[in-house]
């Protein structure tokens, strides 16, 4: 009685969905033709597009994904 039922998601899978549709969306974008070396590294920088590449066709899970672009951005 006190719960409704919605057919949404809650925030945090709504959260979670997101990072891992960035996470596939950065492996397949063109890098940039200088690495600015910032920290955290940019999404377009060739290192974190490569890296997030690699890890996109060794183990496509979404968890997995959004921890390399976390440890590639890091690095």
Aim: net charge positive; charged share 35%; with cysteine.
């Amino acid at each position: 009685m006190g719960k409704h039922k919605s057919g949404g998601k809650s925030a945090t899978a709504k959260s979670r969905d997101k990072k891992a549709r960035k996470a596939r969306k950065v492996a397949g974008l063109t890098p940039k033709k200088k690495c600015c070396k910032s920290s955290p590294r940019c999404l377009r920088c060739p290192v974190v597009v490569h890296r997030m590449q690699k890890a996109a066709t060794h183990d496509p899970s979404d968890k997995k994904l959004v921890k390399a672009l976390k440890k590639a951005r890091a690095a």
